[in-house]
């Protein structure tokens, strides 16, 4: 008598290869979500820089104050007198004219939630930088030192530290010390 089905074998094999697929499946996702994000970091810090030009066109060449340490910009006003910090995620306005200049709709914010961008501006606020942390430390935009290791700016975006940034036309962001 003959019955028909599968061996233990068999059922092994299977389940072996199943979970080999999934496995390499779910790292090439997980992967892809990294670069996704880091995409849209570099696109929103490009984002920013775009606003930031046109607010130093209608301040006479200045850039908006740091916000202290906390790498926000200070440069929103609900009216003329008081210039507050901009939250990311919220409005890039200013209250300036008449109607309000409305630099950016939604200052955009880090996808990660436990990540920030930062903004840094000099003294005279002729200049400034933008930083983010890339997740994918083999991104070419990732500074590395002379061994082909990650290096970061030592300026903290939340969790850990920037490892990306951009500046205004007339400075360029310095190598991060080895």
Same mark, same amino acid.
């Given at each position: ?66 916000? /202290? +340490? ?8 609900? @009216?003329? =007198? *008081? ?7 919220? &409005? ?16 955009? /914010? +880090? ?8 903004? @840094?501006? =000099? *003294? ?7 930083? &983010? ?46």
């Amino acid at each position: 008598m003959k019955k028909d089905g599968f061996t233990l074998v068999e059922l092994l094999i299977t389940i072996t290869i199943i979970g080999i697929l999934a496995s390499v499946g779910l790292g090439t996702f997980t992967s892809a979500q990294k670069k996704s994000r880091d995409s849209r970091r570099k696109n929103d810090l490009a984002t920013i820089s775009k606003a930031l030009e046109v607010y130093n066109n209608d301040h006479n060449a200045t850039y908006p104050y740091p916000a /202290d +340490d906390s790498g926000q910009i200070k440069g929103c006003t609900v @009216d003329s =007198a *008081v210039e507050s910090v901009c939250s990311w995620g919220s &409005a890039f306005q200013h209250a300036d004219t008449t109607p309000d200049t409305v630099y950016l709709i939604v200052l955009p /914010d +880090d996808p990660s939630t436990s990540q920030d961008y930062y903004y @840094d501006a =000099a *003294v005279n606020r002729k200049s400034y930088q933008l930083y &983010a942390r890339l997740e994918n430390t083999a991104d070419p935009a990732v500074p590395k030192d002379v061994d082909g290791n990650p290096l970061d700016y030592g300026i903290s975006c939340g969790a850990s530290n920037c490892n990306y940034g951009i500046s205004s036309s007339n400075v360029v962001i310095p190598s991060p010390a080895p």
